[in-house]
């Protein structure tokens, strides 16, 4: 479900999608959205063409994360919604932000959605709003920008930071000041990432390579048969943009639940 959205053109046309379909469902319960008006909106906001968008929601009619309104009448123009599963999903990916935020300060955002779930569709769309607007989200740095352009780049970065790994009584910290400046991975194969990810093993090669040559990444030993490391640089990259997402994120359930969020937010993100 989440390799679709896993570049940074189709999860910002599918969070601008979402709100117009939120924001429709408040002002016309089960009025749904057209193909057309998504054309419209990924335009509007420098995303991609109106051929692109319409390829888009073909493609998620066609494996089900969206669905055309069964009580739409007109062949030509028919509106569709999220799948339940989507939506669903959709409510997990918030409230494993939300929980995250919780951890940093204290507060008690992801309880507060779970006991109102049907706020979801008054947060996401200031969610969307805010990454939209967000130079730091349209624009990213360096290593982050060379693989949020490239399918399933999004979940490549994903996968490489969850596999950072310590060893006994090593931290982060440490290894930089020791001046290494990186992490190693369990990643040893590019061929055994590309499975696992069901990536083409040549595409992915190609952007590790691109991203070896700017020094993000590295490999221990014999390259593609030892451990591979990610720079500091790389982490802090992919830190500053988690901590953007997680601004935006707060700042919109924050618009939507009072006394829901703990002191000191701000600095904890900033640190």
């Known amino acids: 479900m989440a390799s679709p959205f896993a570049t ?3 999860w910002l046309m599918s969070q601008a999608a979402l709100a117009q379909y939120f924001r429709n469902e408040t002002s016309e319960p089960g009025s749904g959205l057209l193909a057309e008006r998504v054309g419209e909106l990924v335009v509007r906001h420098d995303l991609a063409s109106r051929n692109t968008a319409a390829a888009f929601v073909n493609e998620m009619l066609k494996y089900d994360i969206l669905r055309h309104i069964a009580c739409s009448q007109h062949k030509r123009r028919r509106p569709f919604e999220p799948s339940p599963s989507t939506l669903a999903l959709l409510l997990q990916w918030l409230a494993i932000h939300l929980t995250t935020l919780d951890a940093l300060d204290g507060g008690q955002r992801s309880a507060a ?16 709003d805010g990454l939209l607007a967000s130079r730091e989200v349209r624009q990213p740095d360096k290593t982050f920008s060379l693989f949020t352009w490239v399918n399933d780049g999004g979940v490549v970065m994903d996968r490489l930071i969850a596999r950072c790994r310590l060893e006994e009584g090593e931290t982060e910290t ?8 990186r992490v190693t991975t369990d990643v040893t194969s590019v061929s055994g990432l590309a499975r696992r990810l069901n990536l083409s093993r040549t595409q992915l090669g190609r952007k590790l390579a691109t991203a070896e040559a700017m020094g993000s990444i590295g490999w221990n030993g014999t390259r593609g048969r030892s451990p591979l490391w990610i720079s500091d640089g790389f982490r ?5 943009a988690q901590a953007v997402k997680l601004a935006i994120i707060d ?14 937010l701000s600095n904890a993100i900033s640190a």
């Not at 959605?113 to 969307?128: D, E, K, N, R, Y």
């Not at 802090?236 to 500053?240: G, I, K, L, N, Q």
């Not at 919109?252 to 000191?264: D, M």
């Open 8 to 10: 940074q053109q189709r």
């Open 113 to 128: 959605l779970s006991a109102q779930p049907a706020l979801l569709g008054a947060i996401q769309p200031l969610i969307a």
């Open 174 to 181: 440490g290894i930089v000041e020791a001046g290494l400046g």
């Open 236 to 240: 802090r990259e992919y830190h500053a």
């Open 251 to 264: 700042a919109a359930f924050e618009a939507c639940f009072e006394g829901a969020h703990g002191p000191g």
